[in-house]
């Protein structure tokens, strides 16, 4: 009896819709909490060249424990921060969260690393003044700008071209590099690809899921490592689980990175720092 009247979409009280307004209201006060309380943590995933499997890289990922100790899961609630403003706090914390970090293994002496990089959503490049922020979080931690590369989604840049393209220009200026990420999901125009100079494009794991079984996958792959090399950008696989995926990727080029459960999960700072100096396996 319920469940069809929660079917029927023409009623007009849909306890549907409303649990989904509630999920969302609920998600944002916590979120808000979670600001102020200090609720997130950064985890870093190794990014490994092909050949040698030595880490080169990492990307910072943001974790969210609430009050009770469970992990929600970024999928779930980035959409909500970004939606209700909050992404912006968030952000500000990640930056200066990330570059902290970094700061912190340079001053250790443990920084072998080319970069570390950070997820950034649209609503942050297109709000305030993002170009200002990064510059303040590299003085304040006084790491050198290469050391933090800025990943963007197609879709962020399409959302806002000129203002976003201003934005890349005024921080590729001051040393700060960007990266594609998820390239090849996006709905977007391969004609940017000219009219930005980015550091590297990160292959979405959709294309390297079934790149073993599925041809098609496969000559994608090998057409977009393709186009990067002709950009002069390097590649990032991304979602790299198994060895022989591996084996096939550096077939197709030896010398490009990837990212994947096979070198190693996200981890915490610390548990990261066994991979600084290290080969992957
Ligand atoms: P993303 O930036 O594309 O990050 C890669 C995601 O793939 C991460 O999930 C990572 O844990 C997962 N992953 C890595 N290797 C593998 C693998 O081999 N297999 C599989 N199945 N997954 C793998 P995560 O941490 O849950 O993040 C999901 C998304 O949430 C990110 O996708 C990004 O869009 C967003 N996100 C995460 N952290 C941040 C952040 O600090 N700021 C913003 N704005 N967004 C973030
Ligand atoms: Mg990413
Ligand atoms: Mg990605
Ligand atoms: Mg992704």
Same mark, same amino acid.
């Given at each position: ?37 200090? %609720? ?12 040698? *499997? ?11 424990? *609430? ?35 970094? %700061?912190?293994?340079?001053? !250790? ?34 790491? !050198? ?16 071209? *000129? ?20 390239? %090849?999901? %996006? ?95």
């Amino acid at each position: 009896q319920a469940k069809a009247e929660g079917r029927d979409r023409t009623r007009f009280y849909d306890p549907e819709m409303d649990q989904k307004a509630r999920d969302y209201l609920r998600t944002q006060r916590r979120l808000r909490h979670a600001i102020e309380t200090g %609720g997130f943590t950064l985890v870093y995933q190794p990014i490994a060249h092909i050949t040698t *499997d030595n880490v080169v890289a990492a990307e910072a990922l943001l974790r969210w424990h *609430d009050e009770i100790g469970n992990e929600i899961p970024p999928a779930h609630f980035i959409p909500v921060a970004e939606e209700s403003g909050l992404i912006k706090a968030i952000g500000e914390w990640i930056i200066n969260e990330a570059c902290r970090q970094i %700061g912190a293994w340079q001053k !250790a002496g443990l920084f072998c690393l080319d970069y570390v990089s950070i997820n950034i959503s649209p609503r942050q490049l297109i709000e305030g003044d993002f170009a200002d922020l990064v510059a303040e979080n590299i003085r304040r931690h006084a790491i !050198a700008p290469e050391t933090l590369r800025l990943e963007i989604t197609e879709t962020a840049l399409i959302e806002n071209f *000129d203002k976003t393209k201003r934005l890349i220009d005024t921080l590729n200026a001051q040393g700060i590099k960007f990266i594609i990420d998820d390239f %090849g999901t %996006g709905y977007s125009s391969l004609s940017y690809l000219k009219q930005f100079a980015f550091s590297a494009l990160k292959i979405d794991q959709s294309f390297i899921r079934d790149i073993l079984h599925d041809p098609k996958d496969a000559t994608l792959v090998r057409a977009i490592i393709d186009i990067a090399r002709q950009f002069d950008y390097q590649v990032i696989a991304e979602g790299v689980e198994e060895d022989a995926q591996r084996e096939m990727l550096r077939e197709n080029d030896d010398a490009i990175a990837y990212q994947g459960y096979l070198c190693s999960q996200a981890e915490t700072a610390e548990a990261f720092e066994k991979h600084l100096h290290r080969k992957c396996g």
